[in-house]
């Protein structure tokens, strides 16, 4: 009996804990005829999590806690709500959850925030309702969320082709240490392509350079710091020209490289150990230039019931 109360138990409320990313390489192409761009990336997951809870109720419902939790939606438009309609839809249910997210992946900001709550969606819900889907069908309910879902499923490191969504693992060694430069007012990554077509109308089909991949695989730090890059940063800087002085502000303190993450606009520095990290947060907290610091490391693990 009391085992069977523990059984019971576990599949009542789901907790999911789901990583950021950072792109270390984002190289975009142009933009193809179902509207999105092909891009070659090479993702990794940082150790900043949202604690995402999907527990059975009488509706479909998202609550928010946590730092940032004042600035998700909580209705259709989260795209974690979008996740739980397509999983009861995959699984011939209604989607009755209540949605608990706790939010530390800041928002809008280039680190995957949206999405990663939305692969915790699906796998809360596949524990939740017993669904079993496998991988490659979770997979396939996350490219059809947004290019960057399937990657936050994974974590790791990975390369991304296709829009983003056509994930191969990435030889990677050893723990790279990161600070984020974070600010208040999120960038819309759609506004940011359009920047981007306007700034580079003859964009050609990207590639990740050799020499990125060769520093991944050695964890060489020093390497890779050199071999940050991010297509869409110029756009990002255009829409928001404070975050020049702000990777140049990194560069100057110490870091190895720098660059925008994602659409932005998180700014995410390389750094060479653990104490090159807090020294860059205390600067960056001190420059006036920030709204946030912090130091944080990847690769970890994607999206995971606890
Ligand atoms: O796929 P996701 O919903 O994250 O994309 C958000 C927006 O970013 C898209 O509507 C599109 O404007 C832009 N995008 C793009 N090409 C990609 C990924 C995203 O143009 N590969």
Same mark, same amino acid.
């Given at each position: 009996?009391?085992?069977?109360?523990?059984?019971?138990? =576990?599949?009542?409320?789901? #907790?999911?804990?789901?990583?950021?990313?950072?792109?270390?390489?984002?190289?975009?192409?142009? &933009?193809?005829?179902?509207?999105?761009?092909?891009?070659?990336?090479?993702?990794?997951?940082?150790?900043?999590?949202? =604690?995402?809870?999907?527990?059975?109720? *009488?509706?479909?419902?998202? /609550?928010?806690?946590? #730092?940032?939790?004042? &600035?998700?939606?909580?209705? =259709?438009?989260? @795209?974690?709500?979008?996740?739980?309609?397509?999983?009861?839809?995959?699984?011939?249910?209604?989607?009755?959850?209540?949605?608990?997210?706790?939010? !530390?992946?800041?928002?809008?900001?280039?680190?995957?925030?949206?999405?990663?709550?939305?692969?915790?969606?699906?796998?809360?819900?596949?524990?939740?309702?017993?669904?079993?889907?496998?991988?490659?069908?979770?997979?396939?309910?996350? !490219?059809?969320?947004?290019?960057?879902?399937?990657?936050?499923?994974? *974590?790791?490191?990975?390369?991304?082709?296709?829009?983003?969504?056509?994930?191969?693992?990435?030889? /990677? &060694?050893? #723990?790279?240490?990161?600070?984020?430069?974070?600010?208040?007012?999120?960038?819309? /990554?759609?506004?940011?392509?359009?920047?981007?077509?306007?700034?580079?109308?003859?964009?050609?089909?990207?590639?990740?350079?050799? =020499?990125?991949?060769?520093?991944?695989?050695?964890?060489?730090?020093?390497?890779?710091?050199?071999?940050?890059?991010?297509?869409?940063?110029?756009?990002?800087?255009? +829409?928001?020209?404070?975050?020049?002085?702000?990777?140049?502000?990194?560069?100057?303190?110490?870091? +190895?490289?720098?660059?925008?993450?994602?659409?932005?606009? /998180?700014?995410?520095? @390389?750094? &060479?150990?653990?104490?090159?990290?807090?020294?860059?947060?205390?600067?960056?907290? *001190?420059?006036? +230039?920030?709204?946030?610091?912090?130091?944080?490391?990847?690769?970890?693990? *994607?999206?995971?019931?606890?």
């Amino acid at each position: 009996m009391p085992l069977l109360l523990a059984k019971y138990s =576990e599949t009542v409320s789901v #907790t999911v804990r789901v990583p950021a990313k950072v792109n270390a390489y984002l190289g975009v192409g142009p &933009r193809q005829a179902d509207g999105f761009h092909s891009l070659a990336t090479i993702f990794q997951s940082l150790g900043v999590y949202d =604690e995402v809870t999907v527990a059975a109720a *009488g509706e479909l419902s998202i /609550t928010a806690a946590g #730092t940032w939790a004042d &600035r998700i939606p909580t209705d =259709e438009t989260n @795209l974690a709500w979008q996740a739980a309609v397509l999983m009861g839809d995959r699984c011939q249910r209604a989607p009755l959850v209540s949605i608990t997210i706790d939010k !530390s992946i800041p928002v809008a900001a280039g680190l995957a925030g949206g999405s990663a709550d939305a692969a915790a969606v699906l796998v809360a819900c596949n524990e939740l309702w017993g669904a079993e889907l496998d991988r490659g069908e979770l997979d396939s309910l996350a !490219s059809q969320l947004g290019s960057d879902v399937p990657f936050m499923l994974h *974590g790791g490191c990975a390369l991304g082709s296709g829009r983003g969504d056509h994930l191969t693992p990435a030889m /990677t &060694r050893g #723990t790279f240490h990161w600070v984020l430069a974070t600010f208040s007012d999120g960038l819309s /990554t759609p506004a940011v392509y359009r920047r981007f077509d306007e700034l580079r109308p003859d964009a050609e089909d990207p590639a990740v350079p050799s =020499e990125l991949m060769q520093a991944l695989a050695r964890g060489d730090a020093e390497a890779l710091g050199l071999a940050l890059h991010n297509d869409l940063q110029q756009a990002a800087v255009a +829409l928001r020209p404070a975050l020049g002085r702000v990777l140049s502000f990194g560069i100057d303190h110490g870091a +190895l490289g720098a660059l925008v993450s994602g659409s932005g606009p /998180t700014c995410a520095f @390389l750094v &060479r150990h653990e104490a090159a990290a807090i020294d860059l947060v205390v600067d960056l907290m *001190g420059s006036g +230039l920030v709204d946030g610091a912090m130091h944080t490391h990847g690769p970890v693990h *994607g999206a995971r019931v606890v």
